[in-house]
């Protein structure tokens, strides 16, 4: 029987160690994370998504804001209020929460996000960062896979692990982490000819797709971790992921449920990643501080 991975207890604990460490920065830098997420339009699902943004962020005691557009903005304006969040010292994080309405190009406002800002890891050159080894701002959900699977103390180095989905927010960077922990990877999609024969290999499967029960116990190597993304709503109006959940704890060794596996750890990644554009920026400020006194200094001690 597999052990279940208890993704929002993971969460949990990831949050609270944020939140102790809260006081210390505040003490130390003056003030808190900031995380700013525009939401355009009123699609339910982004609301949704974006409220669960803000209550993590506020439970950690980070400064979060809302700026609700209407769905109208045009790609100019959207793109000016960008620019602004850019140059303000006090904005750490911004997230632009996807999908946008189609006359926005999801690309140009992607793009605009200033790298440093940019928590989503969905900037080209956070993109380019990360395939090319160097890992700047890893995006949330592929960031909270390899969290859930090391917390299983299963080792990556060494283990054969298959990716079903190609996508650009999970398939590709989940498969390059799992990559650059040295395992062998082997990603799947909708022309992978025997799905069965490619996840039959994986001690580590990563599914993520959106199709209720793509993966069945059969296709499952006794003993694997199976790390399930999707989410889909079923026909009875229940939150479902890709595997058959039920019939899989009979094979797997460690399995994820849906929700409650990866859902929580996107949200603690996104969390992560703010902290550590806080602590760039805010340490990068205390240099430039230092090299002005520094500089002052020299120059009194020249007039002298
Ligand atoms: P996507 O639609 O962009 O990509 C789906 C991928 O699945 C594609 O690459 C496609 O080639 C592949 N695919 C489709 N049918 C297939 C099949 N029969 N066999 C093999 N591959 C197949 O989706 P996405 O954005 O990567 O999201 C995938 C799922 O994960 C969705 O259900 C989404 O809601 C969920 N998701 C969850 C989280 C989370 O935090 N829990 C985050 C992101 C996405």
């Known amino acids: ?7 929002k207890a993971l969460a949990t604990r990831i949050k609270e160690k944020m939140s102790t460490q809260m006081p210390n920065l505040e003490a ?21 998504y974006v409220k669960h943004k803000l209550a993590a962020a506020a439970s950690v005691g980070m400064d979060s804001r809302l700026i609700a557009l209407e769905p109208t903005i045009t790609e100019k304006e959207l793109l000016d209020l960008i620019h602004v969040l850019n ?29 440093g800002k940019d928590v989503d890891g969905f900037h080209p050159l956070n993109v ?28 990556i180095d060494g283990k054969t692990a298959v990716v079903v989905g190609r996508s650009n927010i999970v398939g590709k960077p989940v498969a390059k982490i799992l990559l650059d922990e040295n395992a062998t990877v082997i990603m ?43 989410i889909t709503r079923n026909a009875e109006g229940k939150l479902v992921g890709d595997v058959d959940f039920d019939a899989a704890c009979e094979v ?23 902290m550590e554009c806080f602590l760039n920026h805010a340490e990068a400020s205390t240099n430039v501080s230092k090299l002005w006194s520094k500089i002052i200094e020299s120059r009194i001690g020249t007039d002298k």
Not at 28 to 48: A, C
């Open 87 to 115: 140059e303000d010292p006090l904005v750490d994080g911004i997230l632009v929460q996807l999908p946008i309405p189609k006359h926005l190009n999801e690309y140009h406002i992607i793009q605009a996000i200033d790298k």
């Open 252 to 274: 797997a060794g460690y399995i994820t449920p849906v929700p409650g596996g990866v859902g929580p750890l996107t949200i603690a990644m996104l969390l992560k990643n703010t």
């Open 188 to 230: 799947t999609h909708t022309h992978t000819k025997d799905l069965k024969a490619m996840t039959l290999l994986a001690d580590i499967l990563v599914v993520a797709v959106g199709k209720e029960k793509l993966i069945t116990a059969d296709m499952i190597k006794p003993g694997a971790v199976v790390i399930d993304v999707g």
């Open 128 to 155: 380019g960062e990360l395939w090319q080894g160097m890992h700047g701002i890893v995006p949330c959900t592929p960031k909270g896979i390899v969290q859930l699977i090391m917390s299983t103390g299963v080792t």
């Open 28 to 48: 130390k830098y003056g003030r808190r994370p900031s995380l700013y997420i525009i939401l355009v339009g009123n699609d339910e699902g982004s609301q949704r």
């Open 1 to 7: 029987m597999a052990q279940i991975i208890d993704g």
